[in-house]
């Protein structure tokens, strides 16, 4: 089993960045591939990015493609998600998950209880 925090969110400008970070429990961390979703308040979660377990592979939504980039630090039991160029639209609260491909569909097994970030236009 795979606990995972989330930490980093906060309240920002339009046009700021932000950078959260997803600290996992236990030793199976780089076995799993991570991702990141997001929900705002009314809307379903929706998928943002994910990650290959090696780091070798990433996947972003549309909406996100070119401002936001995914990593993770295997050594360190952590996954990041870097967030440039924040939109009002990307006030949300949002959370990391720990799991597995399906194709091309990340799903997660795993989830941690979010972090909010507000963007203010």
């Known amino acids: 089993q795979v606990q995972l925090v989330e930490s980093g969110g906060g309240l920002v400008q339009a046009g700021d960045s932000l950078r959260l970070s997803c600290a996992a429990s236990?030793?199976?961390?780089?076995?799993?591939?991570m991702g990141w979703f997001r929900q705002a308040p009314g809307k379903e979660r929706e998928f943002v990015a994910a990650?290959?377990?090696?780091?070798?592979?990433?996947h972003y939504e549309d909406y996100v493609k070119g401002r936001f980039t995914i990593s993770r630090d295997n050594a360190k039991n952590t996954v990041y998600l870097q967030m440039n160029s924040l939109k009002p639209e990307d006030t949300a609260v949002y959370y990391c998950?720990?799991?597995?491909?399906?194709?091309?569909?990340?799903?997660?097994?795993?989830w941690g209880q979010g972090t909010q970030v507000t963007v203010s236009s």
């Open positions: 990650i290959t377990w090696s780091g070798g592979g990433t």
């Open positions: 998950a720990a799991g597995r491909y399906f194709g091309s569909d990340f799903r997660g097994d795993y």
């Open positions: 236990g030793r199976t961390f780089s076995s799993y591939s």
